[in-house]
C-alpha cells in the first residue's frame, strides 16, 4: 500500500436526529444499530483512480490497490450524531472543524487537514476547557503513503489469554486490567491513527478483547437487543478506564467470516464495529469520543475455515492510548 489514502466520506449535513441508515434494522435504546449487507450492494457505485479501484457507498469508501489488498475508510463523526443539540462545520485556515454541541453545552470538536486526514479531537466543556482526546498531527516520514509500518510482530511474552481476552470467559476485573494493560513491548515512537489502523503489527503490541458474548448473523451487522446487554462489563470497564484517564482511546474493530466476497466483507466488518461503538455510546454511556472503529473484512480469522463461522463474525476492543502517544504515560490531566 503506497498511494494515499483519499479522505473519508463526509456528513456535515447529518442531522443529529437522524439516528439510523434507511437499511437499519433492531432498535436498541430508541435507536436504529444495524442492517443487511445485501441493502447496500444497490447503493455501491465503483470507479477506478490511479489504478485503484474505489467503491463508495453512503457512509464508506472502500479502496482496492493494484495488488489487490483492500481496506476500508468511514468516518467517525458519523457516530456522534447520536443526542447532539447541533452539528456544524466551519473552516479556518485550510483546516475543518465538526462541532457537536450537546444538550450540557460541552462539544467535541473534530480537525481535518485539507488532505482529509484527522488532526485532532477535543473536548470543549461547558466553560470553554479544552482537552486534546486524540493528537493525530504527528507524521513518520517512514511510514508507507502516510498509513502503513512495515514493523516486526510483537514478542509477546505475557500469556495467550491475557494477551487475546475472551470476554465470555473474563472476570470483570480482568477486562478492565487489559483495558488498562501496557504494551506487549516498548514503543519507540508515537503512531498515528492512520497507521495504527492499516498497520496490523502496530496494534497487536496491545492486548484485545474479543467481545464473543455477542454474535452477529451471516451478512448483518445487527446486535439484538438480547445480546446488547451482554456488553454491560465491556461499558463498565471503557467508562471506567475513561474515568480514570479522559484520554484513553480505544479501538473497536469488526470482523467477518470469509464467506462473501472482500469488498462486502470490508463493508460489513466496518458497520459492525461502528454498530458496537454506537451500542456502547447509546446503551451504556461510553463517550463516543473516546472509541474509534475499524474493520478488517475476513483479514484476521479466529477460527481457521472458509465456511460459516459465527465465531469470526465478531468485534474486538483494543487500547490504542500508549501507541498514540508512543508509550508514555496517559495519566489523567491535572
Known amino acids: 500500500m503506497t498511494a494515499p489514502l483519499p479522505p473519508p466520506p463526509r456528513h456535515d449535513n447529518i442531522k443529529p436526529l437522524a439516528i439510523g441508515a ?21 447503493q455501491r457505485q465503483e470507479v477506478v483512480e490511479d489504478g485503484r479501484t474505489i467503491y463508495t ?3 464508506r469508501v472502500i479502496i482496492r490497490d493494484p495488488s489487490g489488498q483492500a481496506y476500508v475508510r468511514g468516518d467517525d463523526v ?9 452539528i456544524r462545520t466551519e473552516t479556518i485556515g485550510g483546516e475543518t472543524r465538526t462541532i457537536v454541541v450537546r ?7 473534530t480537525v481535518v487537514g ?5 488532526l485532532r479531537r477535543i473536548r470543549r466543556d461547558p466553560g470553554g476547557r479544552e482537552l486534546v482526546i486524540i493528537d493525530n498531527s504527528y507524521r513518520d516520514p517512514r511510514a508507507v503513503g502516510g498509513f502503513y509500518v512495515d514493523v516486526p510482530p510483537p514478542v509477546v511474552n505475557i500469556p495467550y489469554d491475557r494477551y487475546i481476552v475472551d470476554a465470555q ?26 497507521e495504527i489502523r492499516y498497520s496490523p503489527n502496530v496494534r497487536m503490541q496491545m492486548p484485545s478483547i474479543d467481545l464473543n458474548t455477542i454474535n452477529f448473523d451471516s451478512g448483518s451487522w445487527t446486535i439484538p437487543p438480547d445480546q446488547a446487554a451482554r456488553l454491560q462489563v465491556i461499558a463498565d470497564g471503557l467508562n471506567r478506564a475513561i474515568q480514570r484517564n479522559p484520554r484513553e482511546v480505544f479501538l473497536i474493530e469488526g470482523h467477518t467470516d470469509a464467506t462473501g466476497n ?3 466483507n470490508l463493508s460489513l466488518s466496518d458497520r459492525r464495529a461502528q454498530s458496537a461503538a454506537e451500542l456502547l455510546t447509546q ?6 469520543e473516546n472509541l474509534t472503529s475499524q474493520g478488517y473484512g475476513s483479514q484476521y480469522l479466529k477460527e481457521q475455515t472458509d465456511g460459516p463461522s459465527r465465531i469470526n463474525r465478531r468485534v474486538t476492543v483494543r487500547r490504542i492510548t500508549p501507541l498514540l502517544n508512543g508509550g508514555t504515560a496517559s495519566a489523567a490531566p491535572r
Open 283 to 288: 446503551q451504556f454511556g461510553v463517550p463516543a
Open 78 to 86: 458519523y457516530r456522534f450524531r447520536y443526542g447532539a443539540r447541533d
Open 22 to 42: 434507511a437499511v437499519g434494522v433492531g432498535v436498541v435504546a430508541g435507536a436504529i444499530i444495524g442492517g443487511s449487507i445485501a441493502d447496500l450492494r444497490g
Open 114 to 118: 485539507a488532505d482529509g486526514q484527522m
Open 57 to 59: 457507498e453512503p457512509d
Open 103 to 109: 444538550p450540557d453545552g460541552s462539544q467535541i470538536i
Open 169 to 194: 470467559d473474563a472476570s470483570p476485573d480482568v477486562i478492565y486490567e487489559t483495558m488498562e494493560a501496557p504494551p506487549v513491548q516498548r514503543i519507540d515512537r508515537r503512531y498515528s491513527l492512520e
Open 262 to 264: 472482500d469488498t462486502d
